[in-house]
């Protein structure tokens, strides 16, 4: 989302419509999605990952209020109905998720303003409008930018401050206690810290961090959304991260980052087979980042390709979080010089899911000058062959953290 002056009138506009017009400044607090580019389900394992921001955000438009109590309407809303969508005391400490299923949206916010305030934060009274050009259930973390949007907008209306990492760690807090869902450091990381033009290589137990600068010639990253959602996925995520501890725990280490692939071989058999497929995928994987990580720090784009292959066949095997839409795609993408009769250079040079899985999307590196025709090909054979409609098709930059601005 780039903030130019038709994007910030039509924020006012509609949080005007929301709040009602008065005289004090109205602020926004603008969070990333994010696509990693290897290194999936390593980040609860302790591993490391190597995600990059998008240039498609969640904005959060707040605006202070006189009494104590905080305020949030989405903008995808009727903006004739303006009542706001949830509400609660600034003083969250004692604050609880809400249960009504049409609700269950403000459960981020809501994590953010409690955990904040446990931590010490002195909220304020403030009306937030949420908007963003991000899917939802993609993939590409809109809860994280959801939830770290939230957190600067609630400490800049409160005059706070907090480092970067501080807030990613408060959001993924917020995420386990409110919705649910046992996710790594990853997302909360990259929204808070990442820097335009780069990825971000984070290592998962020492939060140690390197931008690696994507420079890919004459290649782009592009991802392409199955349009595919399943509820299951965060009940399946769940499961998963308790396999991986399950299996650490038979294997006497830490968590599976301490595990070598020698180690998998000779001390596997404590383990039962699907902990041991879970295992090698997250042994392979976390060595696939660090290789992916070197590759494109000297633009070595075959390697990377074959490494985003590689990778999908293990979440597909060996981790089973793939789907029948996402291995469709994956492959469409990977064949198109051979589904079209004069396709010569259309493929991706490597294509896999990204994110929890079960859904979502598929990131692929592509040749941009041919992306159009690409599209329209995977677009056409994705419907014959899945029956279903291609969601969003994109070429992306590495953008940048989270911010805050006046509107
Ligand atoms: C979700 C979680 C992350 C990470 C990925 C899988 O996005 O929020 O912490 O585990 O799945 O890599």
Known sequence: MKLDAATRAALRERYEACFGKNRARLRVALAPGRVNLLGEHTDYNGGFVLPMALDRHVAVIYRTRSDAQIRVHTADRNPKHCDADDSFAADA???S??????????????????VLSERGARLCGVDLLIWADLPEGAGLSSSAALEVAVGHALLDAAGEKCDAQEMAFACQQAEHRFAGVKCGIMDQTVVARAQAGCALLLDCRSIETRHVPV???????????????HKLASSAYNIRRMECENAARK????????????????????LNVTEQRRVRHVVTENLRTIQFAHALAHGDINEMGHLLNLSHESLRKDYEVSCRELDILSSVIRIADELDKDGAGLAGVGARMVGGGFGGCVLALVRPDRFEALVDLVRERYRRLSGLQLGLAMLLQPGDGARVATL
């Open 93 to 95: 400490r004692r604050l």
């Open 215 to 229: 420079k890919l010639g004459g290649w782009s990253f592009a991802l392409f959304d199955t349009g595919v959602r």
């Open 251 to 270: 294997l006497r280490v830490a968590a599976l980052r301490d595990v070598g692939l020698d180690e998998l071989r000779t001390r596997g058999s404590k």
């Open 97 to 114: 998720p809400v249960r009504n299923a049409r609700k269950k949206w403000s459960n981020y916010v809501r994590g953010v303003a409690a």
